[in-house]
């Protein structure tokens, strides 16, 4: 690392004019000043040097010296952060304010050499995880990074700021305590994230969603018992754009709220219509673990139970193990509130996630739907065999339905008939088609 006061002279630092009003520090309009000196600065390529942006944000931090409220907590915490920052970079860089709990660091290093950077990145959060001291002060936070270099990604300012940005992003997701340089790869990715956003919330109101329904076999009736609603969008931009290149980006934005919307209007609406045509077909529709945070989920069913004229046990809920939804207790009210109401609450993906057996205890399910993974390994490995037995077995004693997914071939299918597995789905019975196919299958 190099040291940036012998390199760049920014004697009026600390009593610069460029300083917060409040916390009274060196904020963004001083890191814009300090960034026009030093890229303009001829000695940045004479000698080799690249210059990171460190945006850190600290979360979830604690004070334990006294009990401040409000303001004056943030602002308490901006000034010992700040204090703290300066400390761990010493001569090797500069630190602005950037907003109450986000700050930016601009330190010079060797061009192609960013361990300096990541050494920096890792002491800061290392200092912040284990209660820093400060005057006489301690506090702790979590601490995430994202970085990005000049001249490596970009000449400007707002676009170095808004990489790090990304790269914070990219940080964030992959846990506390982290950090993340940017790359462009990444800003590929989060611009067609973007893009695929945008278009995301025309899809309802310019008819680019609709539903393909695959069938669901009953191995003790031998009939076809039920269908999934499986969300298809055909984008005027995008073109088709699988559910999962855009299911998690509706769930990261919120989104989802809405589609889980226009998939419960249009899903009863299916069932209604089966219901008129004499069929008597589940629907099970998969329910993202956010919609569950709806306030307004409960009302919005009984609406359109009510609207469509189905009886509710001709509804199925499928929701995938996660520990979010075991976490909050109000998802686990929420089931149980749904499945009051008459719904049947499926257990999807069942053995891939957290804590299977604990969801079997703590939810009202109905059933669970063995991953199709385990499925897929069925012939190839005995041991899987087992496993699919004692699950069917648990099943059995706990009085809940067993389905297994992806069933792709007749000597899966055979098996698990002969292993008593109550249904089965996958591409050997059918694969999701639109109403109009489904239609000539069964009828
Ligand atoms: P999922 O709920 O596990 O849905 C089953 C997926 O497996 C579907 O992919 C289906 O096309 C595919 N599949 C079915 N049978 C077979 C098989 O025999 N072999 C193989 N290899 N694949 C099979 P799809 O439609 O691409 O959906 C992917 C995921 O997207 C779904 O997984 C579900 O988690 C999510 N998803 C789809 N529609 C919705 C929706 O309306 N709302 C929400 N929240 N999620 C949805
Ligand atoms: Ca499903
Ligand atoms: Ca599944």
Known sequence: MLRIDGIFNLNNY???????????????S???RAFRQISSDNRLAE????????LIEFDKYKYINDVFVGHRYVEEFSRLSFGLLKECV????LVFSFTGNEFIIIAPHAYGDERPVAVLAESIIDRMRNYAKISSYEISSTANIGISLFPKHSGDIDELLEFADMALYEAKTGGENTYSFYSHELGLYMRKKADVFLSLKKAIDNNELYLEYQPQFDLKCSSITGIEALMRWKSRKLGNVPPSDFIPIAEETGYIMELGRWLIGNAFDMCCRCCKRGLSLTVSLNISPIQLQDKNLLDLIRFNLKKHGIPPSFIKFEITESQAIISN????GMLNEIADLGIGII???FGTG??????IAQFPIEGVKIDRS????LEKNSKMEAVIDAIIHLSRILGISVTAEGVETREQFEKLKRMSCDKVQGFYIGRPMTAEGLEKIIL
């Open 14 to 28: 600390d009593k610069s004019a460029y300083c917060d009003s409040i916390t009274g520090l060196p904020d963004r």
């Open 30 to 32: 001083y890191l814009y």
């Open 47 to 54: 000698h080799n040097i690249s210059v990171a942006f460190m």
């Open 90 to 93: 010493g001569g090797l860089g």
């Open 329 to 332: 207790k109000k998802n686990i």
């Open 347 to 349: 257990i999807d993906d």
């Open 354 to 359: 957290y804590s299977s057996l604990n969801y």
């Open 374 to 377: 385990f499925i897929s390994m």
